[in-house]
């Protein structure tokens, strides 16, 4: 397609570029001038892709605009403060945002283990023939919306984990704090918790991950997995020795890319939680909370300064998850381009 | 790669060689053994045999302990106690014909094996679950034809449905989708047919968007044009912040596919002469057209579920409002969220009706993806094939005409 390697012969008719002589003959670089209708297109397509530029720009700026009345009110305390109370001039981030990030820390430790769990199945162990079915299955998983899941979590799992998270906090509650409930011993005690609220946002995060670290996986070499089995290894040294090394860049950036999505879910984690504004330190007591939480049960209240002041929540949040996910890009990336591997 | 673990030096004990030891070879000497196909991998009775045993003794052991000896209660206790002592009775019971590495082999494909099970079993679940709590509700036709609008929290399920929900969401989904796929599409040609430096960075953030939390979206959109530019919550707000959703998704599924589009029909069109514009409309995007399909009805399985952008925009109403650019628009999400969270029971009941009909909706969108998408760029299917071979001999029939002429075209009876 390309001219790079034309030879040099003086051909009857092209006219020669002047600032040649003869005996300095080099491959003419052939540009095709674009036709008027070529240019538009460039044009549209370009503004097209600039556009998700415009849209995340306008996104942030949005929220800045709308939020800095709230952020004039409180100044820096927005970032040390746990109440939420707008009417009164005292709210903060300070017990939301962790009390959500404490959720999605969760949710990654349920999830993790068995999304890679599941993508080590599908990509090593599970029979070939039901490998597309399988793939098929997680991203449908991904599909399925957030509020079916909230309703699964609300009415199917909370009534049935309660038995198992109050054997947590009687028997473990004494020797791992984070575990106790030093409320009365009744059921809703133990509901409506950080720990429900994770394990609902786990099973959200789980085709997550798994779709793409099985995508990783079923990349290593065919090469090294039949010298693996040749130097007479099981499968699971394979799996061990070459598999899980050649994926490690990008179940790195899968965990990370489900860390932001833990992060930003919503609608599930509102409908199950109760929420306070304390910072969490029992994860299986009753109540929780999250910035996204937050903003989807408070929107209604009318005065501009409460709605400024989720604007400025949203902010934080918009800014947290475009940075965890933009770095998972940056590390899945290199994991695809075989950077990861070159060592 | 430098150690691996080393296989089972020890002659093949009854597990390693079951495939092979028959009862008449084992007692031959000198006499030439018949060749037999040596069986590699699959699996054996005692595969078998060694499973269910860990399985039935850990059930029995669980029982025991769980319900009858110590005070622990609830099913999810039980069952992640059974999953204890399985693993913990396969490996007993292992240890007993295999050797450390073997039993370490086989425990790691256990737990494979159990952790796809259980994402699968959950997903069962989910929809299983949730059809069953929404057939009281959605068996009456009513549900699919009536709109709350005259009826009260007590009222029995044969009043009220959600028509206005699923008219709503239908709406804003295919505003969404209008917004959406030419914007989408269009990005994704720009990535792979421009390309430059910038396609990089928008690549990035295209990545990033997909992941951008829905709440937020849900909130640009009430900060731009309900609060700034003061319209009324609408169907139409809705459909703008599903956009924001669903363009990243569109873009990056298209983008896949379009990159697979082989480079030789873009050569092939260039050297005919072909602008870029040209050979992106009449070659690289029919070529494309399955995946393209799919990427969009993706887009619109995700789009049709998102709650919390549909929330903070569309605004509640009970009533029937087929028009999305005037006035509060519910949808199915937001029908689910609002009477769920109501304590009646007739209203929870419509509540799953509600999830099982977006169930179903996206389902049929993502099982229709991929029906469609189950082709690679550039395969036809077989209609396509069947016109392209009846072309193929009409010509060949005129070839064969003209071929009496002064002119023979091709030999006969060659292709």
Redesign the interface.
């Known amino acids: 397609?390309t001219s790079a390697a034309e030879p040099a012969a003086p051909y009857a008719g092209v006219p020669r570029q002047p600032d040649h002589g003869p005996d300095q003959d080099v491959p003419r670089a052939i540009t095709a001038p674009?036709?008027p209708?070529?240019r538009?297109?460039?044009g549209?397509?370009?503004?097209?892709?600039?556009?998700?530029?415009a849209?995340?720009g306008?996104?942030a700026f949005?929220?800045i605009?709308?939020g800095t009345d709230a952020l004039r009110t409180v100044g820096w305390s927005f970032l040390t403060e746990q109440k939420w109370q707008t009417a009164a001039h005292n709210f903060g981030i300070a017990a939301v945002l962790p009390n959500g990030l404490l959720i999605a820390v969760i949710a990654l430790v349920i999830a993790v283990?068995?999304a890679i769990?599941?993508a080590?199945?599908?990509s090593?162990?599970?029979p070939v023939r039901l490998r597309a079915a399988?793939v098929?299955?997680?991203?449908?998983?991904a599909?399925?919306?957030?509020?079916?899941?909230g309703?699964?979590g609300?009415?199917?799992l909370q009534p049935?984990?309660?038995?198992?998270v109050?054997?947590m906090a009687n028997h473990l509650g004494d020797t791992i704090p984070f575990l106790k409930v030093r409320i009365g011993d009744i059921n809703t005690s133990y509901t409506s918790s950080t720990f429900i609220a994770g394990v609902v946002v786990s099973?959200m995060i789980?085709p997550i991950i798994?779709s793409l670290s099985r995508e990783v996986f079923s990349q290593a070499p065919q090469g090294?997995r039949e010298?693996?089995y040749a130097?007479?290894?099981?499968?699971?040294?394979?799996?061990?020795?070459?598999v899980l090394?050649f994926g490690k860049g990008g179940v790195i950036g899968a965990v990370m890319?489900g860390f932001?999505?833990a992060?930003?879910?919503?609608?599930a984690v509102a409908?199950i939680i109760s929420p306070n504004f304390e910072a969490i330190t029992h994860i299986l007591e009753n109540g929780a909370n999250s910035i996204?939480a937050l903003?989807?049960l408070r929107?209604g209240e009318s005065d501009?300064l409460s709605?400024s002041a989720?604007?400025a929540a949203?902010l934080v949040?918009?800014a947290l998850?475009?940075l965890v996910?933009?770095l998972?890009?940056?590390v899945i990336?290199r994991s695809r381009s075989g950077a990861a591997t070159a060592d | 790669m430098t150690t691996l673990d080393l296989p089972p030096v020890a002659p093949p004990g009854p597990a390693g060689a079951a495939a092979s030891a028959e009862p008449d070879a084992t007692g031959a000497t000198d006499a030439p053994r018949p060749e037999k196909k040596l069986r590699i991998g699959g699996v054996t009775r005692d595969d078998v045999l060694t499973v269910a045993g860990a399985a039935a003794g850990s059930l029995a052991l669980d029982w025991v302990l769980y319900e009858r000896v110590l005070p622990f209660s609830g099913a999810f206790g039980f069952l992640i106690c059974w999953y204890l002592f399985f693993l913990a009775g396969y490996s007993v019971l292992g240890r007993l014909q295999w050797n450390p590495m073997m039993v370490r082999d086989r425990l790691v494909a256990v737990v494979a094996w159990s952790s796809g099970l259980l994402v699968v079993a959950l997903i069962a679940d989910q929809i299983g679950y949730v059809a069953g709590r929404g057939r009281e509700a959605a068996q009456h036709l009513n549900f699919f034809t009536e709109s709350m609008e005259h009826t009260g929290p007590l009222d029995q399920l044969t009043s009220g449905g959600a028509l206005n929900a699923i008219v709503g969401s239908l709406e804003q989904l295919g505003l969404a989708t209008l917004f959406a796929v030419p914007l989408g599409i269009a990005a994704a040609v720009f990535m792979s047919e421009v390309g430059g430096r910038a396609a990089r960075p928008v690549r990035t953030l295209v990545e990033a968007m997909t992941a951008l939390p829905s709440i937020v979206a849900g909130l640009f959109i009430l900060g731009v044009v309900i609060i700034t530019f003061g319209f009324e919550k609408s169907g139409f707000a809705a459909s703008l912040a599903l956009t924001v959703m669903m363009m990243p998704i569109v873009t990056r599924a298209a983008e896949v596919v379009i990159r697979l589009v082989p480079g030789t029909l873009r050569e092939a069109s260039y050297a005919l002469g072909g602008s870029q514009w040209r050979t992106v409309w009449n070659v690289v995007l029919p070529t494309a057209r399955p995946g393209l399909v799919t990427a969009v009805v993706l887009g619109m399985a995700r789009g049709v579920g998102e709650t919390s952008p549909v929330l903070l925009t569309s605004g509640f109403t009970s009533q029937f409002n087929g028009n999305p650019f005037d006035g509060h628009q519910v949808s199915l999400p937001l029908y689910i969220w609002n009477y769920v969270k109501q304590p009646y029971d007739g209203m929870i009941a419509r509540g799953f009706a509600a999830g099982l009909t977006l169930m179903g909706v996206v389902l049929v969108l993502f099982v229709t993806a991929r029906v469609i998408g189950g082709r690679r760029p550039g395969q036809l299917t077989r209609a396509q094939r069947r016109r392209i071979d009846r072309e193929a001999r009409r010509l060949e029939a005129a070839a064969a005409g003209a071929a009496a002429g002064p002119y023979p075209l091709r030999p006969q009876g060659q292709p």
């Open positions: 397609m674009a036709t209708g070529d538009v297109f460039r549209v397509l370009r503004l097209a892709g600039f556009s998700v530029f849209i995340m306008l996104i949005f929220l605009l709308r283990p068995v769990g599941t080590i199945f599908i090593e162990y599970a399988l098929s299955l997680i991203d449908l998983m599909a399925i919306p957030s509020i079916v899941y309703l699964w609300l009415f199917f049935r984990i309660i038995g198992f109050r054997w099973l789980i798994t090294e010298g693996a130097l007479g290894s099981t499968r699971w040294g394979m799996v061990r020795r070459v090394p890319l932001g999505r992060m930003g879910e919503t609608i409908l996204s903003i989807a929107f501009s709605l989720l604007m949203g949040l918009f998850t475009l996910n933009v998972a890009g940056i990336n």
